[in-house]
């Protein structure tokens, strides 16, 4: 602990605020962060040598637990035979056939370098495509940091968007029109006054980002009806629930099939990836077959294919899921039990090996309910937890997620964990 505050106050000289994407900072939870120093299956110990059981997991990537032998392995051999080229490579074609398998909608794929780079991306391709600028996203979904994503609601429900960060340009987020998550109302009435104008409507199709929220019966389908419809493009950001939810993401699961997909996370085993990809007819727009420009001088990088496809080939060897789910939903259980005998009003909130436990009592359905939670109940949560051994997301509008190294006796350590934490906390 010392030695972490001491590292944090060194760090605050020289990085801004200490970290390197703002939400490690514990800015929700308060506090000093963790310093991480190694991790191993489930889990991680820190600068000062304190053990923790895992959910953050890196908010996503590692479904395969810290330093899986095979991903590892290949990452390590990769690096070894040479960390960049600015050429193609054999590994390349073989993770785009390996995505192409899981996802068959993604009949042509590009690498990108993260999550962020692939949604723009995709987003680009869909204005070119169409000839329109409109797009359409949901409030409290995250689709990364580029300018017209970083858009919030504006006053009434069908304005555009306006700036969600200092710097965008209000000209720019006009250009994003935000709905209310699973408000089919809200998409039918944006088509009829809007439909020529809107190019795609962008959406996780089970958001990790508000919380873990599940799309109500219907909703996909809706986006999937009126897109098709009106000439807009559905994309489905699966940035987080590609290979998460189902080794076919979110469109496996729910049967839709989106005109473009974007994947991050899982599908670079850890090291930064993104990946983008769909309809063969759009994606033959983008440079070098058509005149949509997007490029990257590490995109593709050998590295981080390698350790992405040897976690895909391990997913798909394995098939986890099932497992995967069983475990999460006895977690989720029994935290929704510890809370309804300690009087917590709390809901646990589940899909496939991730989950949030939101401090409310009433389902989350949307931004505006998502909202509703107590967050300061998340933070002493969070942090009786920690002082336990137990590591979740540093913020109440995050998902939490497990892997496949996780075991049932982790979830009996963490359900003790989390009765002590109701009975001191709350
Ligand atoms: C993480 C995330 C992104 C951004 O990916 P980065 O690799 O962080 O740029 C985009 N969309 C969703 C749904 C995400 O969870």
Redo the contacts with the bound molecule.
């Keep these: 602990m010392k030695n972490t505050k001491k590292l944090f106050s060194r760090a605050c000289r020289v990085l801004v605020g200490g970290v390197n994407s703002p939400v490690r900072a514990f800015r929700a939870v308060g506090g000093t962060p963790v310093f991480a120093a190694q991790g191993r299956g489930s889990r991680l110990t820190d600068a000062g040598g304190k053990r923790y059981i895992d959910y953050c997991l890196s908010?996503?990537p590692l479904i395969l637990g810290h330093a899986h032998p095979a991903v590892t392995r290949a990452a390590v051999l990769a690096a070894a035979r040479g960390a960049t080229f600015g050429m193609p490579t054999e590994g390349e074609v073989l993770l785009a056939e390996e995505i192409r398998r899981a996802f068959p909608s993604m009949e042509r794929v590009r690498l990108t370098s993260?999550?962020?780079e692939a949604?723009m991306s995709a987003l680009r391709l869909a204005r070119a495509a169409t000839g329109r600028d409109v797009i359409v996203k949901f409030s409290g979904c995250?689709?990364?940091h580029s300018d017209g994503l970083l858009v919030a609601a504006g006053s009434g429900a069908l304005t555009l968007g306006r700036p969600d960060s200092a710097g965008v340009p209000k000209a720019w987020a006009r250009m994003t029109l935000v709905l209310p998550y699973n408000d089919v109302r809200a998409v039918e009435t944006a088509f009829r006054r809007a439909g020529r104008a809107i190019a795609a409507v962008i959406v996780?199709p089970v958001v990790?980002?508000m919380g873990v929220v599940l799309p109500a019966p219907g909703f996909l389908e809706t986006l999937r009806r009126l897109t098709a419809r009106h000439g807009a493009l559905l994309v489905f950001?699966e940035?987080?629930t590609g290979f998460r939810v189902a080794l076919g993401g979110a469109q496996e699961r729910y049967k839709i099939r989106p005109d473009l997909t974007?994947l991050?996370?899982i599908v670079g085993g850890g090291f930064p990836i993104?990946a983008y990809g769909g309809r063969r007819d759009l994606m033959e727009r983008v440079a070098p077959l058509g005149p949509v420009y997007q490029a990257g001088t590490l995109s593709g990088n050998p590295v981080a294919v390698a350790a992405g496809l040897a976690c895909l080939r391990e997913l798909r060897r394995r098939r986890p899921y099932g497992a995967l789910e069983k475990l999460t939903r006895r977690l989720a259980d029994g935290i929704a039990e510890s809370a309804r005998q300690a009087g917590v009003p709390a809901r646990v909130q589940a899909a496939a090996s991730m989950f949030t436990v939101f401090f409310t009592p009433d389902p989350v359905t949307d931004y505006a309910s998502a909202k509703r939670a107590d967050t300061k109940r998340y933070a002493r949560f969070f942090h009786s937890l920690l002082e336990q051994g137990v590591y979740f997301p540093p913020a109440q509008f995050e998902a939490a997620f497990l892997s496949t190294a996780h075991t049932g006796a982790d979830i009996d350590r963490t359900l003790e964990a989390v009765r002590r934490a109701f009975r001191a906390a709350f």
Excluded: A, M, R
């Design positions: 908010w996503g993260s999550g962020t949604v995250y689709h990364g996780e990790g980002n950001d940035v987080i974007c991050g996370k993104g």
